[in-house]
T-cell receptor, first 113, second 113 residues
Framework: DAKTTQPPSMDCAEGRAANLPCNHSTISGNEYVYWYRQIHSQGPQYIIHGLKNNETNEMASLIITEDRKSSTLILPHATLRDTAVYYC??????????????FGTGTRLQVTL | DGGITQSPKYLFRKEGQNVTLSCEQNLNHDAMYWYRQDPGQGLRLIYYSQIVNDFQKGDIAEGYSVSREKKESFPLTVTSAQKNPTAFYLCATNGLAGTGELFFGEGSRLTVL
């Protein structure tokens, strides 16, 4: 699986958009970009994933560059509850095979008043 | 409620004792995984299983053992051979025909005294 690079920490004011970047310059054509977050002392929570098109769900938006070498997770209106570690993961999604996702150290997002 | 149940949430053991962590799921997912997380670090894959009676080593399997006798259950034993067993242990599942995202339990925090 391709490696990812994320800033170790970011701050965001409550109510503002949080834009979390991720570089994955060695991504292969069949690899998806997944985002998870982990609130302190809990299990990670799936947020969103995409292949090459931008994706949006009730939690966030995922913007993937045209060359697929980087992506940005956008939390449109951050709240204090969004304070967490955010993991960007790149992995091939083979139907019928296990998802052995590799979680790095992620970005610690601190949302402040 | 559907979900993943890990127990116990907190566990204290003396050095040299084997410990078994429970992971039960009622999501009817095929695959189950065990991850280990140390403070300030990402998640590392210990073992995973795609089907009953079969499991594979992850990146840090030494000192651990698992079994998969039932689809719903994937217990992890931390043996006395594990040199640094104090950690946060996370169980995850996913359906192999799904979109690849993992569902996590709430974790078990093991402290070896």
């Amino acid at each position: 699986d391709a490696k990812t690079t994320q800033p170790p920490s970011m701050d965001c004011a409550e109510g503002r958009a949080a834009n979390l970047p991720c570089n994955h310059s060695t991504i292969s054509g069949n690899e998806y970009v997944y985002w998870y977050r982990q609130i302190h002392s809990q299990g990670p929570q799936y947020i969103i994933h995409g292949l090459k098109n931008n994706e949006t769900n009730e939690m966030a938006s995922l913007i993937i560059t045209e060359d697929r070498k980087s992506s940005t997770l956008i939390l449109p209106h951050a709240t204090l509850r969004d304070t967490a570690v955010y993991y960007c993961i790149v992995s091939a999604r083979g139907t019928g095979t296990a998802s052995k996702l590799t979680f790095g150290t992620g970005t610690r997002l601190q949302v402040t008043l | 409620d559907g979900g993943i149940t890990q127990s116990p949430k907190y566990l204290f053991r003396k050095e040299g004792q084997n410990v078994t962590l429970s992971c039960e799921q009622n999501l009817n997912h095929d695959a189950m995984y065990w991850y280990r997380q140390d403070p300030g670090q990402g998640l590392r894959l210990i073992y995973y299983s795609q089907i009953v009676n079969d499991f594979q080593k992850g990146d840090i399997a030494e000192g651990y053992s698992v079994s998969r006798e039932k689809k719903e259950s994937f217990p992890l034993t931390v043996t006395s051979a594990q040199k640094n067993p104090t950690a946060f242990y996370l169980c995850a599942t996913n359906g192999l025909a799904g979109t690849g995202e993992l569902f996590f339990g709430e974790g078990s925090r093991l402290t070896v005294l």
